[in-house]
């Protein structure tokens, strides 16, 4: 009896052994199957790849000469008056005391001296991101910290972008948008796409105001199902009526995007893209006439080179993909706005020594000018 038994045990654990078999090859086979659809497995070499240079109206640097070593994480608004003003942090290297949040105005074609728009307070600042919200306030939000780990967020306001209201923190456990400017629903309500850095965890969230940034929730997180670091720095645009997505940086070599069909409230889980990216920051706008705009670095690894791709169906295939920089060296953190009359006016890390600024007319591109 007892053999009997001990048979009759051995044959049920080798049934359930060979069950379990069964379902784990079944998830790595629908794991690799997911993985081919959305291009994880294409490219892993990082083979260059030779895109055609872009045509550009303007190519410039904001500032040759400034009071500070380094810089870095630019970004670009327009101004109700049809100006632009740009800002990035600066000082002597990123995470040091003195870092503050510098600016610059362009008034017809011409870009000011540096100036501090933020900061001097003894503590690091990082990551600036400029953006106009539906009453043609300005808004400059910003962390500051000793490290991202760190942070807490910040924000100031102006009507014109040359003065400026009194520095306020943001609510505790919130960063504001966190490299990339926000949007702002059909219903008014601005989402602004944020993230954390920290030793246990990189995700996304959104956070949302239903009032014109006097209040503010959380939505989220939204994140890469099993992995700790992941995603963070979300490049996001509405496209439908309550419908967002999200592209985002990676630790995994891969941008990442995410959706949701209810204004930024849920969102499903992140799932890889075709595109490489080496753990770098990007940023994207929804132009005019439904077409995205992609800045980011096509590599898994390195700061160059930097591109810039088009897509006609919301971030799911890229008909152009062209090349701003290529040279060795870094060129980074870029960020993109469409202005009124229709151009692409782009700012970006230029060997951590400079803020580049250029402009693309997006006709040339359609037509093939170049």
């Not at 380094?70 to 608004?77: M, P, W």
């Not at 109700?80 to 000082?91: I, K, N, R, V, Y």
């Not at 870009?111 to 600036?128: H, Q, R």
């Not at 967020?153 to 490299?179: H, V």
Request: charged share 20%.
């Amino acid at each position: 009896m007892l053999k009997e038994q001990a048979r009759k045990g051995r044959s049920f654990f080798t049934h359930a052994s060979w069950f379990r078999s069964l379902a784990v090859g079944a998830g790595v086979l629908a794991l690799l199957l997911a993985a081919c659809r959305s291009g994880i497995l294409v490219n892993l070499a990082d083979r260059p790849v030779a895109f055609p240079r872009a045509p550009m109206v303007r190519s410039e640097f904001i500032f040759t000469q400034a009071p500070f070593q380094q810089c870095h994480a630019s970004t670009i608004v327009e101004l109700p008056d049809g100006s632009l003003l740009a800002a990035w942090f600066g000082g002597t290297h990123e995470g040091d005391l003195g870092v503050n949040i510098w600016g610059a105005r362009c008034v017809a074609g011409s870009w000011s001296s540096p100036e501090v728009l933020a900061g001097d307070s003894g503590t690091p600042c990082w990551n600036p991101v400029l953006f106009r919200d539906r009453h043609d306030r300005i808004w400059l939000f910003y962390k500051h910290g000793s490290s991202p780990k760190t942070w807490k967020g910040a924000y100031r306001t102006s009507a014109d972008g040359a003065t400026w209201s009194a520095a306020t923190d943001l609510p505790p456990g919130f960063l504001g948008p966190i490299k990339n400017k926000p949007v702002t629903l059909a219903n008014g309500n601005i989402v602004a796409g944020s993230s954390v850095e920290t030793t246990f965890s990189w995700m996304c969230w959104t956070e949302i105001s239903s009032d014109d940034g006097s209040t503010w929730r959380r939505e989220g997180p939204i994140s890469i199902p099993w992995h700790r670091r992941g995603i963070i720095q979300p490049a996001l645009w509405a496209y439908a009526h309550g419908r967002l997505k999200m592209l985002a940086r990676s630790t995994l070599g891969r941008i990442y995007e995410a959706t949701s069909d209810d204004g930024g409230q849920t969102w499903s889980d992140a799932r890889p893209t075709a595109l490489p990216n080496p753990n770098s920051g990007i940023d994207a706008v929804r132009m005019k006439d439904g077409t995205i705009a992609l800045v980011y670095n096509h590599t898994t690894t390195g700061r160059s080179p930097l591109n810039i791709g088009f897509s006609r169906d919301n971030a799911e295939t890229w008909w152009r993909t062209l090349t701003l920089e290529d040279e060795p060296g870094e060129y980074s953190y870029p960020a993109i706005i469409q202005t009124r009359d229709g151009l692409l006016h782009m700012t970006y890390t230029w060997q951590r020594r400079r803020i580049k600024h250029v402009v693309i007319d997006p006709r040339a591109v359609k037509n093939g000018e170049f």
